[in-house]
């Protein structure tokens, strides 16, 4: 049993720098949530309009983002987290490069012969994407790195980069066999009926799963993204070690109840069916974690959630995080 709770010192990420990453991936993700559906509402010039200002937002949450990235490496001195500020802030200006271009062609202030007029669009796009993969990578790095020093319990995800190297290659696909070329509409509205030429009935399957895939996986990774910097040095030295025991009860149990084909919980492949040895029950402390923060005296006045560590308000009955309730409230 412990005397007190070890907490995390007042030294690392400011609340205003967390501001900045969180809310950025917030705004992006909603304005990407909403791209999904707008075509849901019909078609048209006014429907393309609004997609193409979606993605603006996206871009200009990107550099939001990308500016919370520098602000944190003046702070931490981390050149990883600069060169992810630098590599996803200049990507976010090539998107909106792209989207600027789409904007051009869709007005007709720029013309082109109609095969070669997304090309531009598409090799910028793919430009973007590319540097969003490699940025994204390198900052997961750091997030795992966050996670082996104990300043968080979340460690970086794979989501993000495979969400933007999904994204490369449907825009690379997309460049080399545009889907107008194989798959059109055919008829009069509203019995219009999807024709897709003999052969390319696989690419386009390849190119939805493509396309969904890299608009799950970067929603995801950005709700991942905003999470782990949401909690980042504010998670209690407690819950750290409460993990550890964790790890090990579990590491325990899984050596004395045996496993494996040969030798499982029944006898292994080969068996029969003994029964399984007896496992030592582990002592648990009977005092809670919820207990433990409560009662002791000498924890600052500061707030946490015991579930993931985010620092809740003096009234906050739940975690805006995990929605765990608040422990704290108990002393009234």
């Given amino acids: 049993m412990m005397d007190e709770i070890e907490l995390k010192p007042e030294t690392g990420i400011k609340n205003s720098i967390r501001q900045h990453i969180t809310n950025s991936t917030l705004v992006y993700v909603l304005a990407m949530m909403v791209s999904m559906f707008i075509f849901l509402l019909g078609s048209g010039p006014a429907i393309v309009y609004v997609d193409i200002g979606l993605?603006?937002?996206?871009?200009?949450?990107?550099?939001?983002?990308?500016?919370?990235?520098?602000?944190?490496?003046?702070?931490?001195?981390?050149?990883?987290?600069?060169?992810?500020?630098?590599?996803?802030?200049?990507?976010?200006?090539?998107?909106?490069?792209?989207?600027?271009?789409?904007?051009?062609?869709?007005?007709?202030?720029?013309?082109?012969?109609?095969?070669?007029?997304?090309?531009?669009?598409?090799?910028?796009?793919?430009?973007?994407?590319a540097a969003f993969t490699f940025g994204f990578y390198i900052l997961k790095t750091v997030v795992d790195k966050y996670a082996l020093e104990r300043r968080n319990i979340y460690k970086g995800q794979l989501s993000l980069p495979i969400g933007f190297a999904l994204l490369f290659i449907y825009l690379t696909i997309e460049t080399i066999i545009p889907q107008e070329t194989y798959a059109?509409?055919?008829?009069?509205?509203?019995?219009?009926?999807l024709f897709v030429e003999e052969g390319y009935q696989i690419l386009l399957w390849v190119q939805y799963f493509f396309s969904m895939g890299n608009l799950v996986m970067i929603v995801l990774g950005f709700w991942y993204l905003r999470r782990a910097f949401a909690t980042l040095d504010k998670i209690p030295e407690e819950l750290f070690q409460r993990i550890e025991e964790a790890k090990a009860q579990q590491a325990q149990a899984r050596q004395q109840g045996g496993g494996g084909?040969?030798?499982?919980?029944?006898?292994?492949?080969?068996?029969?069916?003994?029964?399984?040895?007896?496992?030592?029950?582990?002592?648990?402390?009977?005092?809670?974690?919820?207990?433990?923060?409560?009662?002791?005296?000498?924890?600052?006045?500061?707030?946490?959630?015991?579930?993931?560590?985010?620092?809740?308000?003096?009234?906050?009955?739940f975690c805006g995080d995990c929605g765990e309730t608040n422990p704290y409230l108990k002393q009234g």
């Fill in 55 to 129: 993605s603006v937002v996206q871009g200009l949450a990107l550099i939001w983002l990308a500016y919370g990235f520098f602000m944190f490496h003046k702070d931490e001195e981390n050149k990883t987290i600069f060169y992810t500020s630098i590599i996803v802030g200049g990507a976010a200006l090539v998107l909106l490069a792209s989207r600027l271009l789409d904007v051009l062609y869709a007005t007709g202030i720029l013309t082109s012969i109609d095969p070669l007029r997304r090309l531009p669009v598409n090799i910028t796009f793919i430009v973007s994407a």
């Fill in 184 to 193: 059109y509409y055919v008829g009069v509205e509203p019995d219009l009926e």
């Fill in 261 to 317: 084909m040969f030798g499982g919980r029944r006898g292994g492949l080969f068996g029969g069916f003994a029964p399984p040895p007896p496992v030592k029950p582990v002592v648990q402390s009977e005092e809670k974690i919820e207990d433990i923060l409560i009662e002791d005296p000498s924890i600052p006045k500061k707030m946490f959630c015991v579930k993931c560590g985010l620092e809740l308000d003096e009234d906050s009955a």
